[in-house]
């Protein structure tokens, strides 16, 4: 059985390579749309997610990370006066615009934090040191954007809202997924870049540290308590939120998981299609075995081990050239993840993918007449 | 020629008032009628009559591959017709070996993979099913030919390839369709003499269906069917023997004939 599933499925090589062709293309285009939902859904929180806070305050109301709202310093203190918390970090993240040095301007997204702290900086640094971000007017950029805005070094000179700034070092991989790159400055500068007018102290967001043996959900308890008209989420909370929000309430995510989707649907019918074309050459080979005491179940069985031949192998094929796209991404600004469970993921879907398609043939050879085989 | 088989056993088939009515629209088209039939071991028997007259739905019927529409079928004394469709597989299986005109056999499998898939089928794989191949296709005669494909086989070997593969399960029954029609002379006699090896000398009710009036003195009953019913039997009891009919063998055609009648 094993070896007239394989010699069938290999014997016509141009329709196997056609079948692969197929399952390779699906897969690809899944991995890819999967991917890039992953890859979008980790930059919309990649800032909550490395802020090694365990808590995030935030003003009543605010649902999602790019869209805080000031509050006073008053609060701040309040937070840091709660018994059971270790420390509290200001953080500032809005919304300004950035002048190139040949004039052109940007929007960019302003994170104020403190250089130190532990709590909300940058990460992945490849120049220059956080310390050096302590320097009046310094911000750190990410690599990435160095063509968008317009900087190739540290000590390149910008404007950021009519204002000096000069980059004193650059990230890796920090992508946004408003398209505004992210700018890492201190606290205090990141008021003058976002908010010019706005009175000293008022921030975003306070993330808090635990103290050792306190969990976090009783730390969060005694801050409702504590602090009024905030609203307080762990970091994983806070992280789910705003993935949420941009991946679901604008549809971005709708739309790729649906090209995703797609792609399996094309998967699925080109491999049927293929694999009952193979099944249609054979039919009288089928029929054959029918008559010579084969059950259903056999040649089921006959089926679904090409199917799985072909997903293997599709899949082997389809995880090449998936990992070549995946690298060429890591250049850019969309980011393609295809993190080992994704992969072990895949190779099910694609045994998944052709089977279901196998289904159609085996659906023909379950109603083969075995008398056929005598006929002529 | 030795006739193993005698009409005092218990038949091996045995049918009464077999009967089979195909519906095409609104008109019942009858193919067989009220065929009683004893068929015994060591018998070979040929099925014939012109075109459409209800050999190959007897033959189908016999196969346990179409079902009556009326009268009852026993195969080794079990009443097949009584069985549920399920059940017909495992008859075919354990009761019946296939030759077919067409030869069938699978042309992305050698002659040995060929034979060993009835074996596969019956749930026997590895080494004892190629062992049980490469013994069945050394008693067609095909020894050095086991690592063949169909398409580098001439039409005489393939049937041969057939009939390896009909043995396989050793199967009481053989039944086979026009098995000589695509074959030249030569290959014809080498078929139709295994065939009959397989009935005198291993025992087996083989049932042919034929237009090939080249065999009919191999037969040892030749039933006659017309318009779906059986309207003859004759007992040629050798009368012609089959060199008058086949012409001389020559050369490997020899060999092969000589081997079959040591099946």
């Keep these: 059985m094993a070896l007239l599933a394989r010699r069938n499925l290999f014997h016509d090589r141009i329709r196997f390579a056609v079948t692969l062709t197929g399952i390779v293309f699906a897969l690809v285009l899944i991995i890819i749309q999967f991917g890039l939902f992953l890859g979008f859904t980790s930059t919309t929180s990649n800032n909550i997610d490395h802020s090694n806070a365990d808590l995030w305050v935030v003003f009543h109301g605010v649902g999602y990370f790019d ?12 937070v840091l006066a709660t018994p059971g918390v270790l420390q509290a970090e200001k953080y500032i993240q809005g919304f300004t615009n950035w002048k190139r040095p040949d004039g052109r301007v940007e929007n960019v997204q302003i994170i104020g934090f403190r250089p130190g702290s532990g709590l909300g900086e940058p990460w992945n640094l490849l120049e220059g040191q956080l310390a050096d971000a302590k320097r009046e007017d310094a ?3 990410d690599d990435l954007y160095k063509e968008k805005l317009g900087v190739t070094k540290i000590g390149d000179r910008v404007e950021i809202a009519n204002r000096r700034a000069r980059v004193a070092g650059f990230t890796h991989g920090i992508r946004s997924f408003t398209t505004s790159p992210f700018i890492y400055t201190t606290f205090k500068n990141s008021l003058n870049y976002t908010n010019p007018t706005a009175k000293e102290g008022d921030l975003s967001y306070i993330l808090v540290k635990a103290a050792p043996g306190v969990p976090a959900e009783e730390l969060r308890r005694r801050l409702r308590n504590h602090v009024s008209d ?4 762990t970091t994983g909370e806070f992280s789910r939120k705003t993935r949420f929000y941009w991946m679901f309430t604008t549809g971005a995510g709708l739309a790729v998981l649906t090209a995703a989707l797609m792609g399996l649907v094309v998967g699925v019918a080109v491999v049927a299609q293929t694999i009952y074309a193979a099944t249609m050459d054979h039919i009288r080979e089928y029929g054959t075995l029918k008559a010579m005491g084969a059950t259903n179940a056999y040649l089921y069985r006959v089926l679904i081990e090409q199917a799985i031949w072909s997903a293997v192998l599709g899949y082997g094929l389809a995880t090449i050239v998936a990992h070549f796209i995946v690298q060429g991404s890591e250049k850019g600004g969309a980011v393609i993840l295809m993190p080992p469970a994704m992969q072990i993921g895949m190779l099910f879907l694609a045994i998944f993918m052709c089977v279901a398609a196998a289904l159609v043939s085996i659906n023909k050879v379950t109603r083969i007449d075995p008398a056929m085989v005598f006929r002529g | 020629m030795k006739q193993i088989g005698t009409e005092q056993e218990k038949p091996i088939i045995r049918a009464r008032g077999l009967s089979k009515v195909y519906r095409e629209g609104a008109t019942d088209l009858r193919a067989l009628s009220d065929v009683d039939l004893k068929i015994h071991a060591g018998q070979l028997t040929l099925l014939m009559g012109p075109s459409g007259s209800g050999k190959t739905t007897l033959l189908s019927i016999l ?5 009556s529409s009326a009268g009852t079928l026993e195969l080794l004394g079990e009443e097949v017709t009584a069985l549920a469709e399920a059940e017909l597989p495992r008859v075919r299986r354990e009761t019946i070996g296939f030759v077919f005109q067409g030869f069938n056999l699978f042309p992305t499998l050698t002659a040995a993979e060929n034979v060993a898939l009835a074996m596969d089928v019956r749930g026997i794989r590895g080494q004892k099913a190629r062992s049980r191949a490469e013994e069945c296709l050394i008693q067609v005669g095909l020894k050095d030919r086991m690592r063949a494909y169909p398409a580098d086989l001439s039409g005489g070997q393939k049937q041969r390839v057939a009939i390896a593969r009909a043995l396989a399960g050793n199967p009481p029954i053989v039944l086979a369709d026009e098995p000589t029609a695509a074959l030249d002379s030569t290959s014809g006699r080498a078929v139709i003499e295994l065939l009959q090896s397989l009935a005198h000398r291993h025992n ?16 040892d009953r030749i039933l006659h069917l017309e318009d779906g019913r059986l309207i003859r039997e ?6 012609l023997g089959g060199s008058e009919v086949f012409g001389t063998l020559q050369g490997d055609e020899i060999a092969s004939a000589g081997i079959a009648m040591h099946l």
Excluded at chain 2, 63 to 67: D, H, S, T, V, Y
Excluded at chain 2, 212 to 219: I, K, N, Q
Excluded at chain 2, 234 to 239: D, H, Q, S, V
């Design chain 1, 67 to 78: 869209t805080s709202r000031a509050f006073s310093e008053r609060k701040f203190y309040e």
């Design chain 1, 139 to 141: 911000v750190i950029v």
């Design chain 1, 230 to 233: 905030v609203d307080v989420y």
């Design chain 2, 63 to 67: 196969g346990c591959i179409l079902r």
């Design chain 2, 204 to 219: 087996r009710a083989v049932v042919m269906v034929t237009h090939d009036p080249r065999v009919l003195s191999y037969g």
């Design chain 2, 234 to 239: 004759e007992r040629p009891g050798g009368a």
